[in-house]
Structures are given as C-alpha cells and as structure tokens.
C-alpha cells in the first residue's frame, strides 16, 4: 500500500541510535547517529567515516585550511545495537496502539 500524504520511507534508524558499521571499511566500529538524510538513505555517525575538507577562510574559520569530518554511511551498512550487539528491527503496534520498532531479536521495543 503507498503511502499517500508523507513520501519519506520508514528507516530502521533515528537520531541518537547506537549502532555498529556491519559493511564497508569501518566494519565492526560502533558510534551515536548525528544527523539521518532520509532522501539519500545514509546517515552521519559521530567519529566514522572521516573525511578530509579543504575550506576557504570565512568568518568562523579566518585560516581556513583542511578539516577532518565526517562522511555519511549508507543506512544498509549500518545496525542498531541492543545490548552490545547488532540487531535487525521491525515495527508493530505497543499497548498504545502505536507503531514502534523492536528487536527482532528479543522481541523487545527499543
């Protein structure tokens, strides 16, 4: 069934998740999700993926000069973890009625 009023897809992940690379050259790192860019599917986590940026000088950064941040990662490269390990989500209803994801491991909501 298409959705008819909002067009972003559901993502297993949001802002402030724990989560492990699983894929890719930082496999088996785990950070805190920054920022989610749901029309690209990726997401920046704190301290992976760093990139080297060269900026011209501006008022915040009157230098300028190279800077290390970081680069997003493709959401299928990435899982949540619950205690420690990577775990695969799902969504179904709580008690309240409303959808919420939990561990397809434990069953539990996260």
Do not use: Y
Request: cysteine-free; overall charge positive; aromatic content about 2%.
């Amino acid at each position: 069934m298409e959705r008819k009023f909002n067009k972003q897809p559901k993502l297993h992940i949001k802002t402030g998740d724990t989560v492990m690379v699983i894929a890719g050259n930082a496999k088996g790192q785990t950070g805190v999700i920054k920022r989610v860019l749901v029309e690209k599917s990726r997401a920046v986590v704190e301290g992976l993926n760093m990139v080297t940026k060269h900026v011209k000088p501006n008022a915040a950064n009157p230098q300028g000069g190279i800077i290390k941040t970081e680069g997003s990662i493709h959401i299928s490269n990435i899982a949540v973890l619950e205690n420690g390990k990577p775990v695969r989500t799902g969504r179904k209803l709580n008690e309240n009625g409303k959808l919420q994801r939990f561990s397809k491991a434990s069953g539990k909501f996260i």
